[in-house]
């Protein structure tokens, strides 16, 4: 796929509310389902992941929905503190050695 | 917590010259990845590497690139003769257990620059 380059789409959001990110994946076959978090200089963490068999996970103040009729990814985050402010991305797995990631939204906590 | 490690952390080097990047994934995986990311660009996927040998690679992952599992700990990204479009950063990730093959985790990544 074509990348975004440097102007990635972001979401601000005030400190305590709640953030969605959005994901649209992009193979129908795909069975497995990641969002990680990415800091400036550093590597993707995990954040959680969810398998095709569900449509909702929720793990320590997130919360990852998955709608496979339009191929449609979201992570919720709770209470969103400012070491949420990160860039976030959905990772798909279409097969069993690939992983193909989104584009990525960077979320800014307001104080 | 286990953790990926990468070295090194910077790697500056002569177009032309080969560079191989390192990786201690974590000790009870048995997948094995090897990404890019151009500055302020999406993860790329290079290849994947399971029971020594690759599993899959991408169409970025050309001749100019292999990888090796040389000890049973370590796992190699070498690129033969460094074009400036490598310079990137390189995230090796390593993942599943005998019982689950998916979740994968992350390194730090190595900062390439080719001059």
């Given at each position: 796929?074509?990348?975004?380059?440097?102007?990635?789409?972001?979401?601000?959001?005030?400190?305590?509310?709640?953030?969605?990110?959005?994901?649209?994946?992009?193979?129908?076959?795909?069975?497995?389902?990641?969002?990680?978090?990415?800091?400036?200089?550093?590597?993707?963490?995990?954040?959680?992941?969810?398998?095709?068999?569900?449509?909702?996970?929720?793990?320590?103040?997130?919360?990852?929905?998955?709608?496979k009729?339009?191929?449609?990814?979201?992570?919720?985050?709770?209470?969103?503190?400012?070491?949420?402010?990160?860039?976030?991305?959905?990772?798909?797995?279409?097969?069993?050695?690939?992983?193909?990631?989104?584009?990525?939204?960077?979320?800014?906590?307001?104080? | 917590?286990?953790?990926?490690?990468?070295?090194?952390?910077?790697?500056?080097?002569?177009?032309?010259?080969?560079?191989?990047?390192?990786?201690?994934?974590?000790?009870?995986?048995?997948?094995?990845y090897?990404?890019?990311?151009?500055?302020?660009?999406?993860?790329?996927?290079?290849?994947?590497?399971?029971n020594?040998?690759?599993?899959?690679?991408?169409?970025?992952?050309?001749?100019?690139?292999?990888?090796?599992?040389?000890?049973?700990?370590?796992?190699?990204?070498?690129?033969?003769?460094?074009?400036?479009?490598?310079?990137?950063?390189?995230?090796?990730?390593?993942?599943?257990?005998s019982?689950?093959?998916?979740?994968?985790?992350?390194?730090?990544?190595?900062?390439?620059l080719?001059?």
């Amino acid at each position: 796929g074509e990348s975004v380059g440097l102007h990635l789409p972001t979401l601000s959001v005030q400190e305590g509310d709640n953030s969605i990110i959005n994901c649209a994946y992009s193979n129908s076959a795909s069975d497995y389902f990641i969002w990680y978090k990415q800091e400036s200089g550093k590597g993707p963490q995990f954040i959680i992941d969810i398998r095709s068999n569900m449509d909702k996970r929720q793990g320590q103040r997130v919360t990852v929905l998955l709608n496979k009729t339009v191929k449609h990814l979201s992570l919720q985050i709770a209470a969103t503190q400012p070491g949420d402010s990160a860039v976030y991305f959905c990772a798909e797995k279409p097969g069993t050695y690939k992983y193909i990631f989104g584009t990525g939204t960077r979320l800014k906590v307001l104080a | 917590e286990p953790e990926v490690t990468q070295t090194p952390s910077h790697q500056v080097t002569q177009m032309g010259q080969e560079v191989i990047l390192r990786c201690v994934p974590i000790s009870n995986h048995l997948y094995f990845y090897w990404y890019r990311q151009i500055l302020g660009q999406k993860v790329e996927f290079l290849v994947s590497f399971y029971n020594n040998e690759i599993s899959e690679k991408s169409e970025i992952f050309d001749d100019q690139f292999s990888v090796e599992r040389p000890d049973g700990s370590n796992f190699t990204l070498k690129i033969r003769s460094t074009k400036l479009e490598d310079s990137a950063m390189y995230f090796c990730a390593s993942g599943g257990t005998s019982s689950s093959s998916e979740t994968q985790y992350f390194g730090p990544g190595t900062r390439l620059l080719v001059l």
